[in-house]
């Protein structure tokens, strides 16, 4: 049974930082692409950023480049999501996915296969 759980959100003040963690079980976590996607209340899950199975290369969504970090440690079937310089928009449940065995990356949710339950993450102004 494939688990992905998400941890680290909480409340921070705008242009703080937090780092979120996705541990995932019951797959081969190192041949899985992964992708980060936000939920703010009233508005669709949108894409965040996507890590390529092997962390080989990184996607983001213009909305935070250059502020967002992805990696993943495979080791420890562990990815992680560096958030830094938040603003409040960045307020939503952050959710973790996993889409199909080496796989390209995608932006698109429908093409995850896997799915967390979410972290809120509240940035104050």
């Known amino acids: 049974q494939v688990q992905l759980v998400e941890s680290g959100g909480g409340l921070v003040q705008a242009g703080g930082s937090l780092r979120l963690s996705c541990a995932a079980s019951g797959l081969t976590f190192g041949t899985y692409p992964m992708g980060w996607f936000r939920q703010a209340p009233g508005s669709e899950r949108e894409f965040v950023g996507n890590?390529?199975?092997?962390?080989?290369?990184?996607n983001y969504a213009d909305s935070v480049k250059g502020r967002f970090t992805i990696s993943r440690d495979n080791a420890k079937n562990t990815m992680y999501l560096q958030m830094n310089s938040l603003k409040p928009e960045d307020t939503a449940v952050y959710y973790c996915?996993?889409?199909?065995?080496?796989?390209?990356?995608?932006?698109?949710?429908?093409?995850?296969?896997?799915w967390g339950q979410g972290t809120q993450v509240t940035v104050s102004s």
């Open positions: 890590i390529s199975w092997n962390g080989g290369s990184t």
């Open positions: 996915a996993a889409k199909g065995p080496f796989s390209r990356t995608s932006y698109r949710s429908e093409n995850y296969s896997y």
